[in-house]
């Protein structure tokens, strides 16, 4: 974009000496007209000018001011609409930038990169290629020959593999004629692909990617054109990378979740399923009172964890009350210094406490105890008593929710087991 603005600039001060030079011309030949007449010894020299009426000279005064106001009220024109334009143009990056710098997930990442790009450019059909294991992969394509494009390239391959083999971008008005275009990769509509346009996705580490762009709608691409795709593309680079490391974050949490409950269920086998089973119930009473979705997100996870501070008690100690009673904040220990876990924690910390302020460990009350908490206390009761695989002995879903309510509003949230108890059928055991 700075390139852009400086082509900005350097067009109105190409126009800006116009204007200049129109004013010195009208002023200059006033001078002419009047020493003419005012003076003798300029008269001498310019004797060449005739000899006219007064009102003649007013007459030439007159026109010439017109023609100079006419003159700069179109060059203003032009330098208005050129900024006007210029202003439209960048607030349109502005926004796409801020949309994908919000944008966390790379399939949808991509997918705006290609439509804001065949907007900018009023192109007729593109394509997002990545680098993947030395090959570029498509990735995303807008075009009539999309399903005919191959999974992947070679490197160096078309006009896509040069510019990704060179770090470069290229802009061609005649592709036919250009010996880097191969009309298997770098056509996407149909033997009518007139123009391209093909911009690097860079990283400090090197090209990751390109977008190209053909058949721009009207004409064909101009260096402005290049600079905003250029410049997209480097936002895009930018927001690939964060999309494939909270991809990746994402998928380290599912996989470590899944090794712990793994370790739970072996180091404690009175509880195999238990978690599970607790973040089952718990999403029921989540979906009952229309919790958004990240808390329900939040929620799940801190469910399938809620005892995994059981992982650093002995087996023969977990159901010593002694020993049992520290799990949550053994738990919320373990858990919080793992940055994607960190927002779960205080519920871990917390699923023990009771609503009348008796439980365990900070003996908080009421609201002041974790929604997520008091969820996962009414889901975590619930499976105790009527789960076969406990260390309990199961009673049976009608005496379990009259337990349920007995203690409502005494060691549960009333409102909470209220709206379980109205969602909860036998069926869910299963």
């Not at 439209?88 to 990169?113: C, F, P, Q, S």
Request: charged content about 25%; overall charge negative.
């Amino acid at each position: 974009m700075k390139e852009e603005a400086g082509g900005l600039i350097a067009e109105i001060k190409q126009k800006i000496r116009l204007l200049n030079g129109i004013a010195a011309f009208v002023v200059v030949t006033l001078l002419a007209v009047i020493f003419r007449y005012l003076f003798k010894p300029a008269s001498e020299v310019l004797h060449f000018l005739p000899d006219i009426s007064i009102t003649l000279i007013l007459l030439i005064i007159v026109i010439l001011v017109f023609i100079g106001f006419y003159l700069w009220a179109v060059v203003s024109k032009k330098v208005i609409r050129s900024i006007e334009d210029y202003k439209n143009r960048l607030d349109h990056i502005l926004a796409v930038t801020r949309d994908l710098r919000e944008e966390i997930y790379g399939d949808i990442l991509l997918e705006k990169v290609m439509d804001s790009s065949l907007a900018l450019t009023q192109s007729d059909s593109g394509a997002i290629l990545l680098v993947e294991d030395g090959a570029l992969s498509f990735k995303t394509a807008k075009g009539a020959r999309v399903e005919s494009l191959p999974r992947t390239i070679p490197p160096g391959k078309g006009v896509a593999g040069w510019v990704a083999g060179n770090a470069k971008p290229v802009r061609s008005g005649d592709v036919q004629g250009d010996a880097r275009f191969d009309p298997e990769i770098d056509m996407l509509i149909d033997s009518n692909t007139r123009s391209v346009l093909c911009v690097p996705l860079l990283m400090k580490t090197g090209v990751i990617g390109v977008v190209e762009l053909f058949n721009k709608k009207e004409g064909f691409y101009t260096e402005k054109d290049e600079e905003m795709i250029a410049y997209l593309a480097d936002q895009a680079a930018i927001s690939l990378v964060r999309a494939k490391f909270f991809e990746d974050q994402k998928n380290y949490e599912i996989h470590l979740t899944d090794i712990l409950l793994e370790a739970m269920d072996f180091h404690v086998p009175e509880k195999i399923g238990h978690s599970k089973r607790v973040a089952k119930y718990s999403n029921i009473i989540a979906r009952a009172i229309n919790m958004p979705e990240e808390e329900k997100k939040r929620l799940y996870f801190a469910s399938l964890l809620h005892d995994v501070g059981f992982l650093k008690i002995k087996s023969e100690h977990c159901f010593l009350k002694e020993y049992f009673v520290k799990h949550p904040v053994i738990g919320y220990e373990m858990i919080k210094p793992i940055s994607f876990y960190a927002d779960i924690a205080p519920i871990i910390l917390h699923h023990h406490e009771r609503y009348d302020g008796t439980g365990y460990p900070g003996r908080l009350m009421g609201d002041d105890i974790p929604i997520g908490a008091r969820i996962i206390a009414i889901a975590d009761a619930f499976d105790a008593m009527v789960s076969t695989v406990s260390y309990k002995a199961p009673t049976s879903f009608e005496s379990a929710l009259d337990e349920l309510k007995r203690n409502a509003g005494s060691q549960f949230d009333f409102w909470l087991v209220e709206q379980f108890l109205e969602t909860i059928s036998p069926e869910h055991l299963s």
